[in-house]
């Protein structure tokens, strides 16, 4: 009887685990691992960006913060000090690097790269370094600014430019004249001579097929923001003035400080859509096309070249700006 009941025994563990096969480990829930790099202290999209990165840190492991300065903005320290302040409304100062970059231009600064100490160089030098961590998933690097701090990083340590995928709001394409792109032509060129994997979220002023159509009233930042996000213990002191606990009450200061523009008047969110399409692909339209590059500040189009990048347009506005109101409600 005991030697049935042992055969027995054996016989269920086999039937059970003999041809059990442990499961792959799922990694699609992986965070994202971000460099967010910010001209903050230009308009006021660039603090609504950070504000919807920091309020979807399920989805995104954010490596630091670096800045760089464009022409409406101050110098760099403006920018950085602009981050900061958000960094602070969001509890993550201490927790997420700021990192101060490039003040000047790519052509006044690239043949300057054997300084240890030449302009951006902090935020030049973490790129690289954490670009390196990643060689089986890319780094993300949402730039929303010229691309100097890129450019340069590209330029001193061309091995990491399989080791990130470039995200970056600028330009019109295909027309001229956008903010990021005019401050520093030449870095994007750069980056597109590059083979690191670029993908370019469009503007386009006045049309309804870029990130400029991405927008909001002072009425509804109003009507929406008020005390809105975590509420921190020491205010800060914003850059037009007055102290604030929260970020939504800073929000509707930024809206009372800026210009309006359209029918009804209103301002776009540029920055915050480009992070919004890095988290959910398809609150916009993606389309591989040849790379092209900017001759005279127009762009000439390239057919047979071989170098492909992406191109975002046609956002869900209703979806990415429903998306912006609901995390920085259930802020955690």
Known sequence: MRTLITFLFISSFLILFGSFKPKKADFSSKKLAVIFDTDANNELDDQHALAYLFSNQGYFDIKAITVNATRNGGAVDSHYKEAERIMKLFNVREKIPLIEGANGSFSEIKDDLKNATFDGFKAVDFIISEAKRHTDEKLVVI??????????????????????????????????????????????????????????????????????????????????????????????????????????????????????????????????????????????????????????????????????????????????????????????
């Open 143 to 332: 730039a929303v600014g010229k691309l100097t701090n890129m450019a340069l990083a590209l330029k001193k340590d061309p091995t990491i430019v399989n080791n990130i995928r470039l995200v970056w709001l600028g330009a019109n394409y295909p027309d001229p004249g956008e903010y990021n792109l005019d401050n520093d032509i030449e870095s994007m060129n750069y980056v597109l001579k590059t083979n690191v994997p670029f993908e370019m979220v469009t503007v386009r002023y006045g049309k309804p097929s870029g990130t400029d159509a991405v927008r909001v009233t002072q009425t509804e930042i109003n009507s929406k923001m008020p005390g809105v996000g975590p509420k921190i213990k020491t205010p800060i002191v914003g850059r037009h003035g007055g102290k604030f606990n929260n970020f939504g009450d800073y929000s509707i200061n930024l809206f009372t400080h800026i210009d309006y523009h359209g029918d009804p008047p209103s301002r776009s969110l540029f920055d915050m859509a480009a992070v919004a399409i890095v988290k959910n692909p398809k609150w916009a339209q993606a389309t591989e096309i040849p790379c092209p590059i900017m001759v005279d500040k127009v762009w000439k189009e390239q057919p047979k070249n071989p170098r492909k990048i992406i191109v975002w347009e046609h956002f869900n506005k209703e979806d990415i700006i429903a998306n912006f109101y609901k995390v920085l409600n259930n802020f955690k």
